[in-house]
């Protein structure tokens, strides 16, 4: 199904609630039927080279305790994910060079060689040879959210980053036979809802195995600490517009969605979204993994994350499904524009 320019712009100013998320859930359940692919991840370093104005993790917050988990913790944390039956692990950094590519390799091939698994990468930008040497490990997707494609905005917020750069890391993944990812921060300080409007058609355009968004949430500890939240509502309409768009591809329903509102994710699956990523990082230091306030903050205490899900996925009228999940588009036909 097509959405003109206008129509995705009316949709995003709140014209069709009801109509623009029964619409989303119909071509959910269309691909997906009911199933909601669990992917468990673990976020194994707080460091981070980069300075970005809105994390938490940025170089320059000396506030956050830093963390890094050995190589055997990692691969315990793997072992939790594979003995809970979820089929996807998911290992997310800050921009971290104190682990070695050769290191982060050996890590992979350990966990493909023992176990069934696949395993996404959200490790950041890194050269094409890393990108490489990662998926000749077993490596079977990448996530790297856009986060904005208004340049201006984009640098501002991210200072010492180069957009195109960004870009061409997903060309490269793209060319590596990964599952690609990338997405959006919602309401991204300077942010339009033209901006949206593009983001949403260029994402589109690059036929991604993986979308992901979430609302800006403004840290305390950063300079955007003053900055408006985005707005959740807008964000449910961005993730129904993208399942429209891209029936086929994997949509998390992301944990920022639960940071900006009470049962957030659940709703996020009520409008598109059909993948939900519980925490195994170690509940030790799970909450120094701090991107925006309310992260990897439990909402029940008395239940681990992954009960929680399950519990609110059953509760938000879906199944729960512990199959590895791969999109069902099968190549990408993205390209880097010149
Ligand atoms: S957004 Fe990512 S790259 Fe930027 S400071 Fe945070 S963890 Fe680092």
Known sequence: MNLSDREIREYLKGKDDAKLFAEADRIRRDIFGKDVFLRGILEFSNYCKQNCLYCGLRRDNHEILRYRLSNSEIMKCA?????SGISTIVFQTGEDPYYSDNEIANIISAIKTKYNIAVTLSLGERKRETYKLWRDAGADRYLIRMESFNLKNYSNARPGTIWQNRRKCL???????????????????????????????????????????????????????NKKNGSFDMTLRVYAIMRILNPLANI?????????????????????????MPSFTPKRIRELYNIYPGKNVQDDIDKDDLQAALDMIVKAG?????????????????????
């Open 79 to 83: 072992e939790e994910i594979v003995n």
């Open 171 to 225: 060309e490269y993944l793209d060319e590596l036979g990964y599952e690609i990812g990338s997405g959006i921060m919602v309401g991204l300080p300077g942010d339009t809802l033209e901006d949206i409007v593009t983001a949403i058609k260029e994402l589109t355009s690059m036929h991604l195995h993986m979308i992901g968004a979430g609302p800006f949430i403004a840290h305390p500890q950063t300079p955007f600490s």
């Open 252 to 276: 998390p329903s992301t944990s920022a969605m639960e940071s900006a509102h009470l049962r957030g994710r659940m709703k996020g699956l009520q409008v598109g979204a059909n993948v939900i």
């Open 318 to 338: 879906y199944k729960v499904s512990f199959a590895r999940g791969d999109s069902p588009l099968k190549s990408s036909k993205f390209k880097v524009q010149s």
